[in-house]
């Protein structure tokens, strides 16, 4: 099956079985940063942003990718955003191991670009379900927050 894709800010077509999950797919076409894991969609190691969305692809038939926008780790990583990130889970004392890396970094960037200041517990509710293995829960909720108080001093210098 052709599926026609945006793939990292590229037109693409994915050759695909309708039913073979995202995340092979994506390992095919040389998307490094998409691992497996749990395969539960659960441990963040598979995450990408389906439409601007952070999404288990290991959970997601390639057949329903048809015309969507999909973005890895392995582009993300040039974002401004990304930088943002990585500068508030830096100064939160953070290193990322590399397994669950995706979900944590793309779950940030989803909090990062909601239009209001979250609450440390609803930052605590949607990340508690993320793989602990590299940080734990309160660890990255300071990242998260460093992250959006970093944003926000950028933004108002603009």
């Known amino acids: 099956m052709k ?3 945006t793939l990292n800010g590229t037109k693409t077509i994915l050759d695909a079985h309708a039913d073979e999950s995202l995340m ?4 095919k076409n040389g998307c490094t940063s998409v691992k497996s894991g749990c395969s539960s969609g659960f441990c963040g190691s598979c995450t990408v942003l389906l439409d601007d969305k952070p999404a288990a692809s290991c959970k997601i038939p390639a057949g329903i990718v048809r015309n969507c926008d999909i973005v890895t780790l ?3 990583v040039k974002t401004e ?3 943002i990130i990585m500068s508030g889970f830096q100064k939160a004392g953070i290193k990322l191991c590399g397994y669950c890396t995706a979900g944590k970094i793309f779950s940030a960037y989803q909090i990062l670009k909601s239009p209001k200041m979250p609450t440390r517990q609803e930052i ?3 990340v508690k379900a993320l ?3 590299c940080t734990d829960l309160d660890t990255l909720v300071n990242g998260i927050i460093y992250a ?3 944003s926000n001093r950028r933004q108002t210098r603009s």
């Not at 092979?24 to 390992?27: F, G, T």
Request: net charge negative; proline share 9%.
């Open 3 to 5: 599926i026609p894709v």
């Open 24 to 27: 092979k797919v994506l390992h």
């Open 74 to 76: 392995d582009y993300f």
């Open 81 to 83: 955003e990304y930088s």
């Open 124 to 126: 605590t509710d949607y």
């Open 131 to 133: 793989s602990p293995c």
């Open 148 to 150: 959006i108080q970093i």
